[in-house]
């Protein structure tokens, strides 16, 4: 799907300030490459963001089966990781190229990508220990000829964070002057970025659409990959027995920050919780569609006055409908509403993050991923001319807020 839009023009007489970055992105449910094209320019405290459009494309059946096969809880093999890793690296590769020719003129100026998570080593109760993203980046900077920044999330691990989820600076700088607003995302884990306290705080509250597009593959023998329109969920009804052994998890009890993934949450994981129940496939996408509306509501209702929601599940309104019941009074809308395409803030968020990290800034707030520091996150990659960051010494200070503009 393409969604092209004239590129804005910005005047190249001050690059220290302004680029056009791609940002890359494949979240928790590994079924492809989203890319999103903006134009980013810093004037005085506020960064403004121009969006130029966002594409996505699937990866190829063979890769995606790969992929699959070695997630956990499945055991996997070096050569099977090297495969993964030029294989998804090709991908974004492929992405990238199609996003700067279509989606900006043929111009830009950087490619930031977050790789295809392929681990996230999150011991139950403990610290983050690691963080695995895959999709070399040497693929991409050769294939577009521009300096890539990759790896973002470990430099936070290093410094004792989640390194997950990342959007908090993105989300504070965007809803800056709205208190009480909480960013959610729902892709394959349920992320959200509380802004009421004294400092933002980011972290995952459990499956979004993780066990339900397992669950639905499951119940549908693999004929259907996901619940569209949450069509099998609607003619279902919530189990209470069922959606209370699913809430006894303990991840949901952890104080944040926290970050889990497909790590916990897989089939298995769910089937095991079943035990003797016998669910009809209406009657448990119905229950997950609850566990997940509970979960996000329960770690937002203290404090949220409105919800903004991303990702892949804004597009299920059954569980958009019962997120909306769990929180009454409370304006739960997408991210559309506020000018960014709810299926590609991810990408352009990771684009402002890559922005911060080619500027020499923190791409993290201050404990908001629980770091003992804010980090310059990730590693570049040089393009065809060579060119590295110019760090600090560029005079660029860090943003106060950031302001979405119409596209051009």
Known sequence: MVNPIPAAHISPADPQFSLRVVGLMSGTSHDGVDAAACD???????????????????????????????????????ETLCRLDTGVGQAFADVATRAVAE????????????GQTLFHWAPAGGAVRGTLQIGEPAWIAEATGLPVV???????????????????????????????????????????????????????????????????????????????D???????????????RLLDEP?????????????????????DR?????????????????????????AVRDTATEVVASGGGTRNPVLMGALRSELPGVAVRTSDELGVPSQAKEALAFA???????????????????????????????GADGRYPPGRGSGVRLPGRLEILAPA
Request: charged share 15%; proline share 8%.
């Open 251 to 271: 991840y949901y009890a952890r104080p944040a920050p926290k970050s889990t993934g497909k790590e916990l949450f897989h089939l298995s994981y769910l089937l």
């Open 103 to 114: 989606l900006c003129g043929g111009r830009a100026d950087l490619v930031v990508s977050h």
């Open 40 to 78: 980013l320019r810093l004037a005085g405290d506020t960064l403004t963001l121009t969006p130029l459009g966002h594409l996505s494309a699937p990866y190829p059946a063979a890769l995606r089966s790969e992929l699959m096969a070695a997630l956990p809880p499945a055991a996997t093999t070096a």
């Open 274 to 298: 079943l035990g003797p129940t016998e669910p009809t496939a209406e009657d448990l996408l119905a229950t997950l569609v609850a566990l997940t509306a509970r979960t996000v509501a329960d």
């Open 352 to 382: 402002v993050l890559g922005w911060h990290t080619w500027r020499g800034l923190p791409g993290v707030l201050p404990g908001a991923t629980g770091a003992r520091h804010p980090s310059v996150l990730g590693s570049v990659t040089p």
């Open 150 to 228: 990759s790896g973002l999330r470990t430099r936070d691990v290093a410094a004792g964070g989640q390194g997950a989820p990342l959007v908090g600076l993105f989300d504070a700088l965007w809803l800056a002057g709205r208190p009480g607003a909480v960013a959610l995302n729902l892709g394959g884990i349920a992320n959200v970025t509380l802004l009421s306290g004294a400092a933002p705080v980011a972290f995952d509250t459990g499956p979004a659409c993780a066990l339900l597009d397992a669950a639905t593959r499951h119940v549908t023998g693999g004929r259907l990959a996901f619940d569209a």
């Open 230 to 244: 949450g069509a099998l969920a609607a003619r279902g009804r919530v189990l209470p027995l069922l959606l209370e």
